[in-house]
């Protein structure tokens, strides 16, 4: 998945990896349920994050866990 990311008023192109990905029938809800990982790699210092340098290191692996609902 491609989308923008937004760091300290900084936008940049960042692309999301699905690690897993699944959907169920949930017993309760009466309705489908989707959810997965998804990652990604960034550097800090490309929206101005430069911190702690150099005991703080520059690459980021950020992970979003996401769940919904269908209607």
């Known amino acids: ?3 923008e990311f937004t760091l300290r008023g900084i936008g ?3 692309s999301l990896v699905a690690r897993s990905f699944a959907c169920r029938r949930d017993a309760t809800l009466q ?3 989707c959810g997965g990982d998804f990652a990604a ?4 210092g490309r929206f101005g994050a ?3 340098e ?3 290191g520059d690459d980021v692996h950020l ?3 996401v769940e919904g609902i269908a209607h």
């Open 63 to 65: 992970v979003i866990q």
């Open 1 to 3: 998945m491609r989308g």
């Open 31 to 33: 309705r489908e349920v």
């Open 12 to 14: 940049e192109p960042l």
């Open 50 to 52: 430069t911190f702690g």
């Open 41 to 44: 790699d960034l550097k800090r």
């Open 54 to 56: 150099p005991f703080v």
